[in-house]
């Protein structure tokens, strides 16, 4: 344990039992994970004995995904309550601490739905790759268009959307450069954009009934109907779909200076 986090409004620390309830049943968090797997592998990246830091690992539903694929795992996250999760899912190293380490060479930096929780996503991203080890790449999730924001990005602690464009900007100034940049979860942005038009208006709920409402896993034969539209998905990943739930996003260090 190296630093404990403080900054509740970051990132809400009792979202990590919720977390646990729900990530092995919900199908959404299976398809963030086969979209990551889907993206390295479409970057060319290999996982097999590869060093991977896990910036924001949270309760480790990917990092276990990682380490089952032979990957070399360790991760971090500011708040105790999720490593604690993590624990029961992976072998990995597993630090309390902000952002990434000072020091250290990885061959593959994760950022899974982190940098849109932080003030200066930049500078976090200028962090991720000081650890990277030569030829390595930094993976990123967030997600995607202003036109979803709701209360439940409020709840989350999301300081914002991006779109491809905005991504690829945060990205260049942070020294990094895409080699693949691409939506992901396209079916479900449709019902998103009717759920949150819906939830625009002013609630007077605490923000962990807003969440405990989004997060729930759907009764099981959508649930069971979204994983399929989500495989079919994974099937055309190489298709240029202009929108998207999310993001992902494979860099590489740029050349000169960031």
């Avoid at 020091?103 to 996503?121: N, S, T, W, Y």
């Avoid at 930049?122 to 709701?150: F, Q």
């Amino acid at each position: 344990m190296l630093e404990e986090g403080d900054a509740a409004e970051d990132y809400p620390p009792s979202v990590y039992e919720l977390l646990r309830r729900i990530e092995d049943r919900h199908f959404w968090f299976d398809a963030r994970n086969r979209a990551i797997r889907a993206a390295m592998e479409d970057a060319g990246v290999r996982l097999s004995g590869e060093g991977i830091l896990d910036i924001g690992c949270g309760t480790g539903f990917v990092l276990r995904a990682l380490e089952r694929a032979g990957a070399v795992v360790t991760g971090t996250d500011m708040y105790l309550a999720g490593l604690r999760e993590a624990r029961r899912r992976t072998e990995g190293l597993l630090v309390c601490a902000r952002g990434a380490p000072s020091a250290g060479a990885f061959g593959i930096v994760l950022l899974a739905d982190v940098i849109e929780h932080v003030e200066d996503d930049r500078e976090l991203l200028r962090a991720a790759r000081g650890v990277l080890a030569p030829g390595g790449h930094v993976v990123v999730t967030v997600p995607a268009h202003d036109l979803l924001w709701s209360d439940v990005d409020v709840a989350s602690g999301h300081k914002r959307r991006y779109s491809q464009g905005s991504l690829a900007r945060c990205l260049a100034d942070s020294g990094l450069r895409p080699v693949l940049l691409r939506y992901f979860s396209h079916a479900s942005a449709p019902l998103l954009l009717l759920q949150r038009t819906i939830r625009r208006s002013p609630r007077s709920r605490p923000g962990e009934a807003i969440l405990d409402g989004a997060l729930a896993v759907p009764i099981a034969p959508i649930n069971a109907a979204l994983a399929l539209i989500a495989r079919a998905e994974h099937a055309i990943r190489r298709a240029p779909i202009p929108f998207g739930g999310s993001l992902v996003a494979v860099a590489v260090a740029a050349s000169g200076p960031s």
